[in-house]
Structures are given as C-alpha cells and as structure tokens.
C-alpha cells in the first residue's frame, strides 16, 4: 500500500491564488511519485476563476458539510467558506473550516504523513492534535512568519500565538521554509535546529521561460501597447507592503511616461483606490488577479517589477 499524505491547506485549487498553484503542483509531484494524495482544504473564495471551476466541479460529499472535487484523480475535501465583509463572520467561518476539516481528517484512514502551510498557524496546532490521536507525521511549511507578520503590540493575543509558534516548530517532525532569509529570523525558536529545512519556492520552467510574447495573447483594452515605462506589482495588497511609496512616486512621476500596473487582491486593495481616485493617478492601473496561464506575458508585458515592503517587514528580517 503506498504512503498517504493529506495535504492540509487553506487554499487549493480550484482557487486561483498563488498558494493554491503552489500545492497543486506539489500534490501532482507527490502524485508522480507513487504516493497516495488527499487535500483538505476550503470551497474557492479568494478568488474564484469560473474557468478552473468547470474543469474541476465541487460536489456535496455530505451535503451541507463538505464537498468533494477531482484535481487530475487526487481526491479534494472543500469545506464550505465565504469571504465575508463583517470580521466577526469572517472569524465564525475560520472557526468553522477548522472544525469541520478536524473531523474529516480524524476520520481519514492510513494517513502517514500531514503536510500544511502557514499561514495560519492555528493549522500548525490542529495538525499536531491530529498527529497524537492518529499516530501520523506533521509537516509545517513556512511561507510567512506568524505572528511577526502581524504587527502585534504586548499583550494575550501576541502571546497566545507566540505560544502557538513554539508548538508547531519543536512539535512537528519537520519544518520547512523558502530561503535563507526566513531560516535565519526563526531558527533561533528551535530547541533543535536541525529540524528546520530550506526549500525554495520554484519556478514552473514550463510556464515561465525567455521566449514568452505578449503581443496577441493579452487583452490590449486592458494592457495597451505604448512607448511608456511599464512598472508591475502582481500578488497580495495587504499591510506586509508598503504602498506610500507608490503614490508618491506616481505624483511626482505624473507628466512621465511611466505607467504602474498593480494586480491582486486584499486588505489594502480598497484603501489603495481610494488614494488613486483622491489624487486622480490614472497612470496606476489596478487590476483583479489574472488567469495564471496569462502571467508569464503579463511579466514579459511589463518593464521592471516592484514590490514596496512595509520598513517594520525588513526590521523583522523578511526579505525585502
């Protein structure tokens, strides 16, 4: 019988962010590699791409509960969730998908080994429970630092995660993260080093590669062909960047041919418009996330691209 691994993931496909296309990969290498696969994860709410949806349909496994869907004959637990406006909805859902997701991986037969990405940490504990009550290995796969990210001050909040931090990096059986970066600002959080691994986040060389064309693959009503210089931020509008320095530079750079393409969605993304209509910058173009088959001529569309990260990110040693 071949060795099962769940993966335990916050987003999988058929969502169409970064995370998501991340683990479908992984779960299809595994896949490749003889092992038996499952995902539990949540119904697509980040952002929804009707065209993934209909390749990959979700039906009721136990209606009202959870549904299930086929990514290329891995089995996918989805568990219901909604991106709710109102924060107290949007904890209730939360607290719900880890319920509910409990359950179904208690009750899942043979798992040997879990696998999951941070964020959230809480996923880091659950699997933990979840490790001693089914005799499994937890592996916990760190793509941001929680609770760093949060920009937390003292208090019983900071510190109940800070707690929760230091469970999940000496309990599970294996850590990992994207770069050295990352290594060096939480190894010291380890009571055994050598438990911490680097693996960098790849490249599909598939998809991206130095011959991608734009001209006559994007839409030229939403990406026009001009002489300006063409600046592109693609991913995440949240507080971990810095967004200041964009409209700065967009006001001083007002009669310059220079045009800024921001693509993405988050909690930013509506603060962000607002300053754009306010000084009237209609040279920052501000995009919803696009299909990722259309990125690479996205990146080839564009001159240079950006990132502003928020000052307090690089203090905390995140990459910048």
Same mark, same amino acid.
């Given at each position: 019988?071949?060795?099962?691994?769940? &993966?335990?993931?916050?987003?999988?496909?058929p969502?169409?962010v970064?995370?998501a296309?991340?683990?479908?990969?992984?779960?299809?290498?595994?896949?490749?590699?003889?092992y038996d696969?499952?995902?539990?994860?949540?119904?697509?709410?980040?952002n929804?791409?009707e065209?993934?949806?209909r390749?990959?349909?979700?039906?009721?496994?136990?209606?009202?509960?959870?549904r299930?869907?086929?990514?290329h004959g891995?089995?996918?637990?989805?568990?219901?969730?909604?991106?709710?406006?109102?924060?107290?909805?949007?904890?209730?859902?939360?607290?719900?998908?880890?319920?509910?997701?409990?359950f179904?991986?208690?009750?899942m037969r043979?798992v040997? +080994?879990i696998?999951s990405?941070?964020?959230p940490?809480?996923?880091?504990?659950?699997?933990?429970?979840l490790?001693?009550?089914?005799g499994?290995?937890?592996?916990?796969?760190?793509?941001?630092?929680?609770?760093? &990210?949060?920009?937390?001050?003292?208090?019983?909040?900071?510190?109940?995660?800070?707690?929760?931090?230091r469970?999940?990096?000496?309990?599970?059986?294996?850590?990992?993260?994207?770069?050295q970066?990352?290594?060096?600002?939480i +190894?010291?959080?380890?009571?055994?080093?050598?438990h911490?691994?680097?693996?960098?986040?790849?490249v599909d060389?598939?998809?991206?590669h130095?011959?991608?064309?734009?001209?006559?693959?994007?839409?030229e009503?939403?990406?026009?062909?001009? *002489?300006?210089?063409k600046?592109?931020?693609?991913?995440?509008?949240?507080?971990?960047?810095?967004?200041q320095?964009?409209?700065?530079?967009?006001?001083?750079t007002k009669?310059?041919?220079?045009?800024?393409?921001v693509?993405?969605?988050?909690?930013?993304?509506?603060e962000?418009?607002?300053?754009?209509?306010?000084k009237q910058?209609?040279k &920052?173009?501000?995009l919803?996330?696009?299909p990722?088959?259309l990125?690479?001529?996205?990146?080839?569309?564009s001159?240079?691209?950006?990132?502003?990260? *928020?000052?307090?990110?690089?203090?905390?040693?995140?990459?910048?």
């Amino acid at each position: 019988m071949p060795k099962k691994i769940l &993966i335990h993931s916050l987003v999988f496909s058929p969502d169409g962010v970064s995370t998501a296309y991340l683990y479908n990969d992984i779960a299809l290498r595994f896949q490749q590699a003889g092992y038996d696969v499952r995902v539990l994860t949540t119904s697509p709410h980040f952002n929804i791409v009707e065209e993934q949806i209909r390749e990959q349909p979700l039906h009721w496994g136990v209606w009202g509960i959870y549904r299930v869907s086929s990514y290329h004959g891995i089995k996918v637990y989805h568990v219901p969730q909604h991106k709710f406006k109102r924060t107290v909805f949007r904890i209730l859902g939360f607290v719900y998908w880890h319920i509910i997701s409990f359950f179904i991986a208690l009750f899942m037969r043979h798992v040997d +080994v879990i696998l999951s990405p941070s964020p959230p940490l809480s996923l880091g504990v659950l699997n933990l429970i979840l490790k001693r009550l089914k005799g499994c290995r937890v592996i916990y796969n760190v793509q941001e630092i929680y609770p760093d &990210i949060m920009h937390l001050n003292d208090g019983w909040v900071l510190r109940m995660l800070k707690w929760a931090e230091r469970k999940v990096y000496n309990k599970s059986d294996a850590v990992t993260t994207i770069d050295q970066v990352f290594h060096d600002n939480i +190894v010291g959080r380890f009571r055994q080093p050598e438990h911490l691994h680097i693996i960098p986040n790849f490249v599909d060389t598939s998809l991206y590669h130095a011959d991608i064309k734009w001209q006559g693959v994007l839409n030229e009503a939403i990406f026009p062909q001009t *002489d300006s210089l063409k600046l592109l931020y693609a991913g995440n509008i949240g507080k971990a960047q810095a967004w200041q320095p964009l409209i700065d530079l967009a006001v001083r750079t007002k009669d310059l041919p220079i045009e800024f393409f921001v693509i993405g969605k988050g909690a930013l993304r509506d603060e962000l418009q607002q300053q754009i209509e306010e000084k009237q910058l209609t040279k &920052i173009h501000l995009l919803p996330y696009q299909p990722r088959q259309l990125m690479p001529a996205i990146l080839s569309y564009s001159d240079i691209q950006f990132i502003f990260m *928020d000052p307090q990110m690089e203090m905390q040693g995140f990459p910048s």
